[in-house]
């Protein structure tokens, strides 16, 4: 008697997708010295924002348990401990994480085409002064233009604003930074030599801080709209005025508007001046695109230097695909 051949089935993963709509603000800063709340939002809020859509959010959570996509695969090169995983994807907002006791919270952008297999960017993006991570994704709007390639990360500042003066090893925004880099290092698979960070007013002012405390975790960074690193408590500058940082420099895009009356070009070139500086550049530069940017030469890591004519304190278009050009070639 003949009998059927029994047919092993395969379950194929259930998706389940929502849609997260996501809030739209425009960048800004406050002060020179210590800039906190935006001091220039009429003029930000004309900004042009790019369009944002409904990032889907897949859940592999109804998965066959009994096939494991990554068990015969290994771990990339420079891979963290969460490579070799299979995670949820898509947009969320309202992500915690403890910081000495503390909860934070931020916004996490995983691609629909992560791969347990493949180490990731980290891209930080941090907002202008009373704003949260949540705004500043879709003013940044690099994520379609990492085409995959980045996991993304914005933080939200205690009421809306990052820590410029206290000292690195106390400072509760550095420590913020450490905590989420160690919870999606341990859960994602990110590049350990290639964490970035991005931020617009308050938060390039806090960019270039941070580059200064933790370059030896920052491959590189870009900062619009903002000036320092500078210290206030226990710094040390050497002789040309340059404060001595703990860590070693960083590649650095700096972008800074001519015509911005709440962030002056001043304090724009203070971040140009350190990081050329630091990464001894030599005084001539090539121009480079987008005009009227340039590339400063000899550098140990590269720089890109734009300043802008009549380019008030919003965001300047170019600059967004400038920026992830610039992360890519690190």
């Known amino acids: 008697m003949c009998y059927p051949q029994r047919v092993k089935r395969v379950v194929a993963p259930v998706v389940l997708v929502a849609s997260i709509g996501v809030v739209s603000f425009a960048g800004c800063s406050a002060t020179p010295a210590g800039p906190t709340a935006d001091a220039a939002a009429s003029e930000d809020d004309a900004a042009t924002f790019p369009d944002d859509v409904a990032t ?14 990554y068990a015969d695969a290994t771990a990339p090169v420079n891979g963290t401990a969460g490579c070799l995983r299979a995670v949820p994807v898509g947009a969320k907002d309202g992500v915690t994480v403890d910081v000495a006791g503390s909860t934070r919270t931020y916004t996490l952008y995983v691609p629909e085409s992560y791969d347990g297999r493949t180490a990731h960017r980290l891209v930080f993006g941090f907002h202008s002064g009373g704003r949260t991570g949540a705004s500043a994704r879709p003013y940044l709007d690099l994520e379609r233009r990492a085409k995959g390639a980045a996991i993304f990360v914005y933080p939200d500042g205690v ?6 003066t206290t000292a690195y090893a106390s400072n509760r925004d550095v420590a913020a930074f450490d ?10 698979c990110l590049d350990k030599t290639k964490v970035f960070a991005v931020g617009t007013s308050n ?5 270039n801080q941070l580059a200064c405390a933790r370059g030896d975790v920052l491959r590189g960074i870009a900062s619009h709209a903002g000036g320092g690193p500078f210290m ?13 940082c703990p860590t070693p420099p960083v590649a650095a895009a700096i972008f800074q508007g001519l015509a911005d ?4 070009p001043s304090e724009g ?9 630091w990464n001894g550049c030599d005084a001539t530069r090539a121009p480079v695109a987008p005009s009227p940017c340039e590339a400063p030469d000899g550098c140990t890591n590269p720089m890109l230097v734009c300043k802008i004519p ?5 965001i300047w278009d170019p600059s967004r695909d400038a920026i992830w050009d610039f992360f890519a070639r690190l």
């Open 56 to 69: 889907p959010v897949r859940s592999d959570a109804a998965a066959d348990a009994t096939v494991d996509p």
């Open 203 to 207: 938060g390039a002012y806090f960019v």
């Open 269 to 277: 070139e203070k971040a140009i001046t350190h990081w050329t500086h």
């Open 261 to 264: 009356t709440s962030v002056l």
């Open 159 to 164: 009421a809306g604003n990052w820590d410029l």
């Open 232 to 244: 206030t408590q226990g710094g040390t500058y050497d002789d040309k005025g340059q404060l001595r």
């Open 310 to 314: 009549g380019q008030g304190h919003a």
């Open 179 to 188: 905590a989420i880099v160690a919870k999606l290092s341990a859960s994602y």
